[in-house]
């Protein structure tokens, strides 16, 4: 089961209705993954970087390109 499926069963599970899933899942999963890019990087990102991070995400980049961008 996916990272993304995992959480709306547990959101299911407490009771949340569809609607709230669906507005809150997507903030959820932008945040998982600039907790990746975190991880990835190996270091607390500085708050330009964590900007950059947030942008990137809006606009549909993976975390490997997004960790590519922060290393080159």
């Known amino acids: 089961m996916d990272a993304e499926a995992l959480i709306k069963a547990a959101l299911r599970e407490a009771g949340y209705g569809p609607d709230a899933i669906g507005s809150a899942l997507p903030r959820i999963m ?15 990102l ?5 900007e950059y991070v947030r942008v990137q995400l809006e606009i ?3 975390v490997p390109e997004i960790v590519a961008g922060l290393k080159g």
């Open 60 to 62: 549909g980049l993976d």
């Open 30 to 44: 932008k945040i998982l993954q600039a907790e990746d890019v975190r991880i990835e990087i190996g270091r607390t």
């Open 46 to 50: 500085t708050r330009k970087e964590r």
